[in-house]
């Protein structure tokens, strides 16, 4: 019997967990398994580079879960700097374009896997592509830029953005002794927070020497003779730079499904069913950040690109193509993420997130600590609560703080899968001792007044 040929796209996250589930399933004698890696490292943590970055933590390959020669000892034909450069559908093979040799070849699939990632976002103004101008997506590019920081010719650094990428490169900058500006289109830092939590992420920042920019809008990045970087231009005012970072954002990469004729969201991610296949296509399969996924609370796909969710398609993928079955249900929507020692979290929707799908909704705000108040250490923690009208369903939570706050945020993330309301949250059984929780927990005060918000719309 010839065995079937599983062509994998994409040498990261959903690419080689799905390659190594599936052979885990089946051997090499009823699946071969080609994989296609356009870069020169599998299986590594993209969201550990700004802590590599840091110097928290030591050594690029620290990085890396599985080399390329790992996967290759589990029968996986892994093939590195290796791009595909067409998907013919109808053909059941694929085009790659070998970067080392040049050489082009067609190699055919029974079965296929796309995942090709995200790709940041970067706007086409004058100077992007200069010297000193820097994304983070990959470890060269990590590597690229501690090259940079190394000669950079004066210590002035700006991020332009001022997400999760944004604020977590500001603080590797600043560790790194460089004065450190971030300059943010938004109303505050961390718009995945409505603006007045994003203001205590600003406020933060400030105390910790960052100069945070609002309402910033970059229009070109100055260089010198020598083709440097010297200033990023915005609207209204131009910031020295010896160093800049770009933290905007990322977007899926589906230039290749597209140009396959293959179905893209309005977040423009491919879609697939809750198997992970592309939908209408049976022997198509994707996953990680180039997919769309269905948020639980909104009832809408969505485009959330982290590790959690692309190694869990993997895994899903990896046993479906081995012809067993799994799903992926949707997500929730949390993250969380730091600055220096302030701690950032959110799950479910925000207030702008609730009213673009049609929901009514009251909210709670409330100021705790990570311990009794009593113990040593104890720090300030604000929790945003956001609950349905009416019915009191749980839509969203957002804490900022210190102390062990953003775990907290699992709670409710496990509150909004199972669909629980905010008064069902009140009597959750919740591990308690002074060292690490008053005795009403945060999460659980924020409930309670969300309760009283919700019973007295109620009565309105």
Not at 105 to 125: E, H, S
Not at 155 to 169: C, F
Request: hydrophobic share 40%.
């Amino acid at each position: 019997m010839t065995a079937e040929r599983l062509v994998v796209i994409g040498g990261d996250a959903t690419g080689m967990s799905a390659a190594s589930q599936a052979r885990r399933v089946k051997g090499p004698e009823e699946l071969s398994i080609v994989a296609f890696e356009r870069g020169h490292f599998t299986s590594y943590s993209a969201c550990g580079i700004p802590y590599w970055v840091s110097g928290d933590v030591a050594e690029r390959d620290d990085l890396i879960a599985r080399s390329p020669e790992e996967h290759r000892a589990r029968a996986i034909d892994l093939r590195m700097r290796t791009e595909v450069t067409e998907i013919d559908v109808a053909g059941q093979r694929v085009r790659a374009l070998d970067r080392e040799s040049g050489e082009t070849y067609w190699t055919g699939f029974d079965k296929l896997v796309i995942a090709t990632g995200a790709r940041p976002v970067r706007p086409a103004l004058p100077g992007m592509d200069a010297a000193g101008v820097h994304g983070v997506q990959t470890l060269d590019d990590g590597q690229a830029l501690l090259d940079t920081l190394d000669r950079a010719p004066g210590r002035r650094a700006v991020v332009v953005g001022a997400g999760y990428i944004g604020v977590e490169m500001a603080e590797a900058l600043l560790k790194h002794g460089f004065q450190v500006t971030v300059l943010n289109r938004g109303e505050q830092p961390m718009a995945t927070l409505d603006p007045d939590m994003g203001r205590l992420v600003h406020d933060a920042m400030d105390g910790l020497g960052i100069t945070t920019v609002n309402r910033a809008e970059v229009t070109k990045i100055l260089t010198g003779a020598d083709g440097r970087v010297t200033a990023v231009a915005t609207n209204d005012a131009t910031h020295p730079a010896d160093v800049v970072v770009l933290g905007i954002g990322v977007e899926p990469e589906t230039t290749l499904a597209r140009a396959a004729g293959l179905p893209v969201g309005p977040h423009g991610g491919l879609l697939t069913d809750l198997s992970m296949r592309v939908v209408g296509h049976d022997n198509i399969w994707a996953g990680g950040d180039c997919v769309e996924v269905l948020d639980l609370v909104a009832g809408r796909t969505r485009h959330i690109a982290l590790g959690t969710h692309a190694n869990k398609h993997g895994q899903i993928i990896g046993a479906n193509v081995g012809g067993g079955y799994g799903t992926f249900p949707g997500v929730v929507g949390t993250a969380v993420s730091k600055v220096c020692d302030l701690e950032i979290a959110r799950t479910g929707l925000r207030e702008k997130d609730a009213r673009a799908v049609g929901l009514r909704f009251v909210t709670a705000t409330i100021e705790s600590t990570g311990r009794a108040g009593y113990y040593p250490g104890a720090q300030p923690m604000t929790v945003k609560m956001l609950a349905e009208y009416r019915t009191g369903r749980l839509l969203g939570v957002q804490i900022v703080g210190r102390d062990g706050a953003a775990k907290r945020v699992d709670i409710a993330a496990v509150a909004l899968t199972a669909g629980m309301t905010v008064e069902q949250m009140t009597a959750l059984d919740l591990g308690y001792a002074p060292p690490f929780s008053p005795v009403w927990d945060p999460v659980l005060v924020a409930a309670r007044k969300a309760v009283t918000a919700v019973r007295r719309a109620g009565t309105a």
